[in-house]
């Protein structure tokens, strides 16, 4: 099972809008709705920002937002705080009833 | 409160077995999927195994009759008894709790280095 394709960084100024892609295939992203979004700050546990797509667990701020269109799905930050500064992990269930990680994207905040 | 409490880590030669540990509180493994995820020193993160409320087991390809998940329910504790050890096992190995396909909580994570 390849890891799911993602930018190496991404990065954008106070308030503004980054977006985060993640690309599958057929057999993970493109056939569930199964997809989370993990940040993962320095030397920290990842912690679930988004799942099933475009839900959010209680505490993460509104900001955070997700989506998906065939293979690829995409978590946006909008109104981009330096708090956001981390590294950001998609996963998505699989056919082969496993998970599969995306390769990250490191977010900066200039 | 959930808490996961990974233990167990070490260093360890090529060839040798380490078994981790990963104490759950706050809810009970019994009836919940447990995951292990690992990520070597600078890399990404990599889903490892699976086991399921019924105790059923799932793997990914690279670690599949080297690495065996199993669950105490009367500790509430979660293993990964990993034979064979390879340099590329070298990671921190995180402990997760799975709630409908998402890993809703993460321990800190317990170091493995496989290294003559």
């Known amino acids: 099972q390849s890891a799911l394709t993602q930018p190496p960084s991404v990065s954008g100024s106070p308030g503004q809008s980054v977006t985060i892609s993640c690309t599958g295939t057929?057999?993970?992203?493109?056939?569930?709705?199964?997809v989370s979004w993990y940040q993962q700050p320095p030397g920290t546990a990842p912690k679930l920002m988004i799942y099933?797509?475009?839900n959010r667990p209680s505490g993460v701020p509104d900001r955070f937002s997700g989506s998906k269109s065939g293979n690829t799905a995409s978590l946006t930050i909008s109104g981009l705080q330096t708090e956001d500064e981390a590294d950001y992990y998609c996963?998505?269930?699989?056919?082969?009833?496993?998970?599969?990680f995306g390769t990250g994207t490191k977010v900066t905040v200039l | 409160e959930v808490q996961l409490v990974e233990s167990g880590g070490g260093l360890v030669q090529p060839g040798g077995s380490l078994r981790l540990s990963c104490a759950a509180s706050?809810?009970?493994?019994?009836?919940?999927?447990m995951n292990w995820v690992r990520q070597a020193p600078g890399k990404g993160l990599e889903w490892v195994s699976v086991?399921?409320?019924?105790?059923?087991?799932s793997y990914t390809d690279s670690v599949k009759g080297r690495f065996t998940i199993s669950k105490d329910n009367s500790k509430n504790t979660v293993y990964l008894q990993m034979n064979s050890l390879r340099a590329e096992d070298t990671a921190l190995y995180y402990c997760?709790?799975?709630?409908?396909?998402?890993?809703?909580?993460w321990g800190q994570g317990t170091l493995v280095t496989v290294s003559s």
């Open positions: 099933d797509v475009s």
């Open positions: 997760a709790k799975e709630n409908y396909n998402k890993f809703d909580f």
């Open positions: 057929d057999s993970d992203v493109g056939s569930y709705n199964r």
């Open positions: 086991i399921y409320n019924n105790g059923g087991t």
């Open positions: 706050g809810f009970n493994v019994k009836t919940t999927y």
């Open positions: 996963s998505s269930y699989t056919s082969s009833r496993t998970y599969v």
